[in-house]
């Protein structure tokens, strides 16, 4: 006879020291949101980018990331990222059918790719996800910047954002018509 057991709420959580060792041995499944403004043709007028302090201790402009945690969803990541960082009230659209626009693999430097994290080899899952409401950025989020889509774009916001996320918003503005 089997015993019922209660499941543990925190399943997906790991603590500090079993993070370091699994991410020394295996990638990891993150998503990646843009968070973006339409207008009422839901063509893309406003790009929020993020700026938080990085790893390294430097202030960088970046975007919506965490990790999917084991048994959930990806759109059930990509809400709860979306919340963490934006708040409660950023009202994000979410897509019907979640397909990236892009896979970023990251791997630590120097990378094979043009994405990196010094911390792990993670495989990103990146969307472009419209939001209504007032954000207010929370977390490790400093502040929430909106910027026209040529702004957002531009060599010197790609500069200012770390493991190479300038190309990923380009990436993203290029998938929805906006960069070409």
């Not at 207008?39 to 960088?60: H, K, N, P, W």
């Not at 409660?88 to 994405?115: G, I, K, R, Y």
């Not at 060599?155 to 200012?160: G, K, L, M, S, T």
Request: charged letters at 25%; proline letters at 8%.
């Amino acid at each position: 006879m089997s015993s019922v057991r209660t499941p543990d709420p925190d399943s997906g959580w790991l603590g500090e020291d079993e993070l370091a060792s699994i991410r020394r041995r295996l990638p990891l499944l993150y998503v990646e949101a843009v968070p973006v403004r339409t207008d009422g043709m839901g063509r893309v007028t406003e790009v929020g980018l993020l700026l938080r302090v990085g790893s390294s201790g430097t202030i960088a402009r970046t975007i919506v990331s965490g990790r999917v945690l084991y048994g959930e969803t990806l759109r059930e990541a990509l809400f709860r990222h979306l919340e963490k960082d934006l708040g409660p009230m950023a009202f994000p659209q979410l897509p019907l059918s979640p397909n990236p626009f892009q896979v970023a693999e990251d791997f630590p430097a120097p990378s094979p790719t043009q994405f990196t994290d010094e911390r792990q080899h993670a495989v990103a899952l990146a969307f472009v996800v419209p939001v209504t409401g007032t954000c207010d950025p929370r977390q490790d989020a400093l502040e929430l910047t909106w910027m026209t889509p040529e702004e957002a774009a531009a060599d010197a916001v790609a500069q200012e954002m770390e493991g190479g996320r300038g190309t990923l918003v380009r990436a993203a503005l290029a998938s929805v018509g906006r960069l070409y």
